[in-house]
């Protein structure tokens, strides 16, 4: 069954860089890697997406290698408002349309 | 800015009632969707609507069906409540521009906890 794992949770500091990373095997040809970030009682809200190589904006980059197998999120400098659930969200597409969200990393950030 | 809307914040039910779960969102996006969420299983895609009257099944349609009769709004029924629909219920909407449905950015609304006992 085509999925995508991510670790369950992670914990970092303050002004640390965190980087997330997404396992997605089957992921087709035309499919786009997205994340997004849920704060507790509000539905998930988009982050970043990519294709391939590495795409950055103002509040994350996503670093996809060539076999795009895979994908890192990375944030840079984490406060505490960063504290949140990431998903990955990988298409695995093809006539379908299928969305397949990852179980979500948990990030907790400490003073 | 985009406001996706749902009807309750929290639904408490009993075993064997229909459901209704209402969605409306003002971007004038073609596509909406429904999702559950459950603890350790992430997000899955119960069903999603490209158009009025267009519905599509995602990866778990059993026990749910869905009406979209207007553009701006896609409600999600449960014929018969049964407890295993416990859950947080999350409807999203997108454009349904180039590049497929995982191409365009979601936005979701608040959610809502149904609770069925």
């Known amino acids: 069954l085509a999925k995508t794992t991510q670790p369950i949770s992670m914990d970092s500091y303050e002004g640390q860089e965190v980087n997330i990373t997404c396992s997605h095997n089957?992921?087709?040809?035309?499919?786009?890697i997205t994340w997004y970030q849920q704060f507790p009682s509000q539905g998930p809200r988009f982050i970043i997406q990519?294709?391939?190589t590495k795409v950055t904006n103002e509040v994350a980059s996503l670093f996809i290698p060539a076999d795009r197998k895979s994908s890192t999120l990375s944030l840079p400098r984490v406060s505490l408002s960063d504290t949140a659930v990431y998903y990955c969200l990988v298409g695995y597409g093809g006539a379908t349309n299928k969305l397949i969200f990852g179980t979500g990393t948990l990030l907790a950030v400490q003073p | 800015d985009v406001k996706v809307t749902q009807s309750s914040r929290y639904l408490v039910k009993r075993t064997g009632e229909k459901v209704f779960l209402e969605c409306v969102q003002d971007m004038d996006h073609e596509n909406m969707f429904w999702y559950r969420q459950d603890p350790g299983l992430g997000l899955r895609l119960i069903y999603f609507?490209?158009?009025?009257?267009?519905?599509e099944k995602g990866d778990i349609p059993e026990g749910y069906s869905v009406s979209r009769e207007k553009k701006e709004r896609f409600s999600l029924i449960l014929e018969s409540a049964s407890t295993n629909q416990t859950s947080m219920y999350l409807c999203?909407?997108?454009?349904?521009?180039?590049?497929?449905?995982?191409?365009?950015?979601?936005?979701f609304g608040p959610g809502t906890r149904l609770t069925v006992l």
């Open positions: 609507s490209y158009d009025v009257k267009m519905k």
């Open positions: 990519g294709y391939k």
């Open positions: 089957n992921i087709a040809t035309n499919d786009y």
């Open positions: 999203a909407s997108s454009f349904n521009l180039a590049g497929g449905l995982q191409k365009n950015e979601q936005f």
